[in-house]
């Protein structure tokens, strides 16, 4: 279903844009159209590449421990009650592990923060295998 998008903008920026887009046989819904899906696919291609580093760092962290089986089953269980009901307190939990270990902490770390689907990246990586494109 289609929906309309009501926007504000000055009269002579209005009629600016609809000239340039005349003089270029460009319709200006068509313009605001593809500008918005190349705004969403950027922004898309930004949480993936930041979902990937968040999971190499959960997976650093984990070589830190030793391994998957060295890391502390009561901080990843910790870990995941926070990631369904706080991301403050995922993030600050990271930060005091990383801080516990005398581990310098990635700046990735604090997009844990920014939502489930980020912390659950990094705790992924953090219990997960080897990224198929690690260093």
Known sequence: MDTNLHIRLSKDLKESFQHAAKENNKDT???VREWIIS???E???ANEATAADLYLAGYELQQAFGGREQVNKELAKQLQEHSLTN???FTQL????YLDLDLTIPSIV???SQGYAFSQMF???LLGD?????R
């Open 110 to 112: 604090s997009k844990t």
């Open 123 to 125: 705790l992924l990586g």
């Open 39 to 41: 705004y969403v696919t």
């Open 29 to 31: 819904s068509s313009l």
């Open 87 to 89: 991301q403050k307190e």
């Open 130 to 134: 080897k990224p198929k494109d690690a």
């Open 94 to 97: 990271i930060l005091s592990t």
């Open 43 to 45: 922004h898309e291609k």
